[in-house]
């Protein structure tokens, strides 16, 4: 079976920033998209940004130009660089990974989640 697991996430001050990291692990044979969502207290979990297994990005509107994401496909690991953070962006963060685990079998894993908190 496969695990995500998520870290990075802490307190910081409007204006910091902090760096997620979700490492998968266990049967895998493959990696594709790679993404983080985040979901606040009472609200639906909404994608933030995701990461093809060539590099690809997408962000959503409300990230563009102050996070960003990557990979490195050796480490089966997934990074968000969050900037300039807001204090709307108190949320838990999730890893999402679709991962080939046998030759014609795949299927979408979750982490257990990071929080994110962004206060003074």
């Known amino acids: 079976q496969v695990q995500l697991v998520e870290s990075g996430g802490a307190l910081v001050q409007p204006g910091g920033s902090l760096r997620l990291s979700c490492e998968a692990s266990g049967r895998i044979f493959g990696i594709n998209v790679m993404a983080w969502y985040r979901q606040a207290p009472g609200k639906q979990r909404d994608l933030v940004a995701a990461?093809?297994?060539?590099?690809?990005?997408s962000y959503t509107d409300s990230v563009k130009g102050r996070f960003n994401i990557s990979r490195d496909n050796a480490k089966n690991t997934v990074y968000l660089q969050m900037n300039s953070l807001q204090p709307e962006e108190t949320a838990v963060y999730y890893c999402n990974a679709n991962v080939r685990t046998a030759t014609f079998k795949w299927g979408d894993y979750w982490g257990q989640g990071t929080q994110v908190t962004v206060s003074s």
């Open positions: 990461i093809t297994s060539g590099g690809s990005t």
